[in-house]
C-alpha cells in the first residue's frame, strides 16, 4: 500500500524528532565520558535515519513530485529541500562510516581518533533535520 504523502511526511518528521533526541542524548553522554552508550546511542539513531530516508523519505518524495502542488512548492523551496537532503545524506554515509568502523568493539580508541568527521557529522545531521523540520511545517501548512 502506497503511504500518502501527508502519513509519510508525518512519520518522517516524527523520526526525525526521535533521532534528534537520540543525538542530544548521545552528546550528553559523551560529555559524562561514557563514550561506549554514546556509540550505542548514536548506532541506533543511524539506523533509524536510515529507515526513515529508505522507508519513509524516498516514498514521500516520490508521493510529492506525483502531486499538483509539487511545482510551487519545488520553486519556493528546492534549496531547502536540496540542502536538506544533502546533509542528511552526508551525515547518513559518514554516520554508518563511524558506526561500522566501531562495530560495538570493546575498545574505543579508534573512535577517538574520528573526533573531526564525527563533529562534522553532527553539525550535518542537526542541519538537515532542522530543515526536514521547516520543509514539514511547510507541507502541513500547504495540505
Ligand atoms: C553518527 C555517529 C557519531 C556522531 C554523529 C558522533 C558525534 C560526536 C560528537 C559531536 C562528539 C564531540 C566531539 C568534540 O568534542 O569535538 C563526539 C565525541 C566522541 N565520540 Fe562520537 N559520534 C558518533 C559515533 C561514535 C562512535 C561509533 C563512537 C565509538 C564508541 C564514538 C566515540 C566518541 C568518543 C570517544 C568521543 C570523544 C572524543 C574526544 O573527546 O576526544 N562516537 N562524537
Do not use: E
Not at 30 to 54: D, E
Not at 67 to 89: E, R, W
Not at 102 to 121: N, P, S, Y
Request: hydrophobic content about 60%; glycine content about 4%.
Amino acid at each position: 500500500m502506497a503511504l500518502t504523502f501527508y502519513a509519510a511526511s508525518t512519520i518522517s518528521f516524527i523520526i526525525q524528532i526521535v533521532v534528534l533526541a537520540l543525538l542530544i542524548g548521545a552528546l550528553i553522554l559523551k560529555n559524562q565520558k561514557k563514550f561506549r552508550q554514546h556509540g550505542i546511542l548514536m548506532l541506533t539513531a543511524v539506523v533509524l535515519h536510515l529507515i526513515s530516508i529508505f522507508v519513509v523519505m524516498v516514498p514521500s518524495l516520490a508521493a510529492f513530485f506525483g502531486s499538483p502542488d509539487a511545482l510551487s512548492f519545488a520553486d519556493a523551496y528546492v534549496s531547502i529541500t536540496a540542502v536538506h537532503a544533502f546533509a542528511g545524506v552526508i551525515s547518513s554515509v559518514l554516520g554508518v562510516w563511524l558506526v561500522s568502523a566501531w562495530h560495538l568493539q570493546k575498545d574505543i580508541q579508534g573512535c577517538f581518533r574520528k573526533k573531526k568527521v564525527m563533529d562534522i557529522t553532527f553539525v550535518l545531521w542537526l542541519l538537515s533535520i532542522v530543515l526536514g523540520v521547516i520543509l514539514y511545517l511547510r507541507i502541513i501548512q500547504a495540505i
